[in-house]
């Protein structure tokens, strides 16, 4: 693991039984909270991409606190991922299963026809639902998926199998 994976680690926190029993919930916000920390991961992702990216794609909501930065810090246009029902133009929807329930996402039509190669962004890959729903959004709305950038795997729910044939990077692996 590298140093910005071992500091995320230490600003991670695991809340037992959220948001449901059985779940063992991953909360960065000790990470948000802490600037310095933040800053250098924020950096890190930016570094892997900057030049193969034209747009970031976050997925609500956390990927929304981290994809912001990040778009910042490559100087490319942050395109909100959102659960349903909350973007005022034309959108094309995906549902989807996750970890604890089911959701549905969207972007707007053709958010990705002018800047083509997306960063799908978010915080914790679990079965890897809510990615691979992303990425087929990024591709009927227009775009192609550069890579995947999450910050924490779960391993164990084994999410990278749905995102075979995308290129998968997390800071940290548990
Ligand atoms: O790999 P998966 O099983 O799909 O799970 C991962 C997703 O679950 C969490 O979001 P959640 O839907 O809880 O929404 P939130 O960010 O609004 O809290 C997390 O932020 C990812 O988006
Ligand atoms: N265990 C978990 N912790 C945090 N976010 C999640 N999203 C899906 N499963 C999760």
């Given at each position: 693991m590298t140093s910005t994976g071992e500091l995320l680690l230490e600003h991670t926190r695991d809340v037992p039984d959220f948001p449901q029993p059985g779940v063992l919930f991953k909360d960065l916000t000790p990470l948000f909270a802490a600037p310095k920390a933040f800053a250098t991961v924020v950096a890190d992702v930016a570094d892997r991409y900057r030049g193969r990216v034209d747009a970031v794609a976050g997925v609500e909501a956390r990927g929304f606190i981290i994809g912001g930065p990040v778009a910042l810090a490559l100087g490319v246009p942050f395109v909100p991922v959102r659960?349903?029902?909350?973007?005022?133009g034309d959108t094309v929807q995906q549902t989807y299963d996750l970890e604890y329930g089911t959701a549905t996402i969207e972007v707007h039509t053709?958010?990705?026809?002018?800047?083509?190669r997306a960063l799908v962004l978010d915080d914790v890959l679990a079965t890897g639902g809510t990615a691979a729903a992303a990425c087929a959004l990024v591709e009927r709305a227009g775009g192609e998926v550069a890579g995947i950038e999450m910050?924490?795997?779960?391993?164990?729910?084994?999410?990278r199998e749905l995102l075979s044939s995308y290129d998968v990077h997390a800071i940290a692996a548990v």
């Open positions: 659960k349903a029902g909350k973007l005022p053709g958010a990705f026809a002018a800047h083509r910050l924490l795997e779960l391993t164990f729910l084994g999410g």
